[in-house]
């Protein structure tokens, strides 16, 4: 467990307000199959054996986004040093992931949800969003251990907070 103790702290978010999705920790993570910038199929169940680190975030191309994976990029040594596996989600298309994905040299997959069913099942959608938008995936992060069990759950209500 020391493993999933230091990755959770690594992904705790301080002195914020946050939702600790207390009702999926302790749980089997919903299992999910979504297409990747390079157009492939990434289930989480074919993981499995693997730490693993979802990071959810509203849209690319936003500054606040840009800048929480970017730190994402710049650190990807720390999650790779403790065996766990990083994709960020969001509702994107994976085209414009494509495009955000190449222009910001991130080094782990983007994964687009954009029929929304993967950020329903981590509770991590906002139903409004800015400038009237409905369905956006919530800045939100969670740890899964290797047997595919949900360790860590944090979701930030609001989107222009930076995580630590």
Do not use: W
Request: proline fraction near 2%; charged fraction near 20%.
């Amino acid at each position: 467990m020391p493993i999933l103790s230091a990755l959770a702290t690594f992904v705790h978010i301080k002195n914020k307000k946050i939702n600790f999705m207390a009702t999926l920790v302790g749980q089997q993570a919903p299992d999910f199959t979504l297409y990747n910038t390079e157009k492939q199929a990434i289930s989480l169940s074919s993981l499995k054996g693997q730490n693993v680190v979802l990071v959810f975030f509203p849209l690319a191309f936003t500054g606040v986004c840009t800048t929480e994976l970017c730190s994402l990029r710049d650190n990807i040594g720390i999650y790779g040093g403790l065996n766990a596996t990083v994709l960020g989600i969001s509702v994107d298309s994976l085209f414009s992931l494509g495009k955000f994905k190449a222009e910001q040299n991130l080094n782990f997959d983007l994964l687009s949800d954009f029929n929304k069913t993967t950020s329903a099942a981590y509770n991590s959608l906002y139903e409004n969003f800015v400038f009237d938008m409905s369905g956006v995936s919530k800045r939100s992060a969670f740890v899964i251990d290797k047997e595919g069990i949900v360790r860590h759950a944090e979701v930030l209500e609001d989107a222009g907070k930076i995580p630590d």
